[in-house]
């Protein structure tokens, strides 16, 4: 079946430094990969996607290429800042038996930056 | 851009009590809606899946008779948590799609005391 790996947290970093939170995945043909941010005491939001290898998705600063040949899909942010402090989880979307898609979910790495 | 409501955010609730949670997509009509469950510090666990007029697709080891689904129209579906025991304690989230993409509710704080 669909799994996805991603690193463990908590990840602490200084204001500005460079994040990188690493993904990989097991999948049958060609999913779709997903980064969702999760503050605190809210649901998902989505961050960035992307839909095809050697695909890049980037929102607010963040970036990840949908590398086929690794089976990857890393996080990344050159500078990151205070307000980044959250829990970012990586998806893929599968097909469901009865049809339809369903996202299958990292365990989630939570980023904590300070000043 | 799509927007999905859930509420309420918080609910306490007694043992043996029901508690109904409610997932509306404002402006969009959901033809799949999903339900999931978040362990503290964990990953979100899908628990079931439904689509608008046909019973709810559940996941291995989700009981069905304790976690009801209804998802009777485009933009409406519900999760009853029945007799709730403090073991169900847990936050919930649904998900919202119209064959492309995924909006989430921002949760559901339940406690069982």
């Known amino acids: 079946g669909n799994s996805v790996t991603q690193m463990e947290g908590p990840v602490t970093l200084s204001e500005e430094a460079f994040l990188t939170i690493n993904c990989t995945y097991t999948a049958t043909g060609y999913p779709s990969l997903f980064w969702y941010v999760q503050y605190p005491g809210e649901g998902l939001q989505l961050l960035l996607k992307?839909?095809?290898?050697?695909d890049k998705g980037s929102n607010k600063g963040f970036e990840a290429t949908y590398r086929k040949e690794t089976t990857s899909f890393h996080l990344e942010k050159g500078s990151v800042q205070v307000s980044d402090s959250a829990v970012y989880f990586c998806a893929l979307s599968g097909r469901l038996t009865g049809g339809g898609n369903k996202l299958t979910f990292g365990t989630g790495t939570q980023l904590k930056v300070e000043l | 851009g799509a927007v999905v409501s859930q509420h309420p955010s918080r609910v306490i609730c007694k043992s043996g009590t029901s508690v109904k949670i409610e997932c509306r997509s404002l402006d969009f009509q959901a033809t799949t809606m999903f339900w999931y469950r978040q362990f503290p510090k964990q990953s979100l666990m899908l628990m079931a899946t439904?689509?608008?007029?046909?019973?709810?697709?559940?996941e291995q080891g989700v009981e069905k008779d304790k976690f009801l689904i209804n998802h009777a129209s485009l933009t409406l579906s519900t999760l009853t948590v029945t007799s709730a025991h403090p073991e169900d304690s847990s936050f919930y989230i649904c998900?919202?799609?119209?064959?492309?993409?995924?909006?989430f509710g921002s949760g559901t704080r339940l406690t069982v005391v």
């Open positions: 439904s689509n608008e007029g046909s019973k709810a697709t559940y």
């Open positions: 998900s919202a799609s119209a064959g492309v993409g995924y909006t």
């Open positions: 992307a839909t095809k290898a050697d």
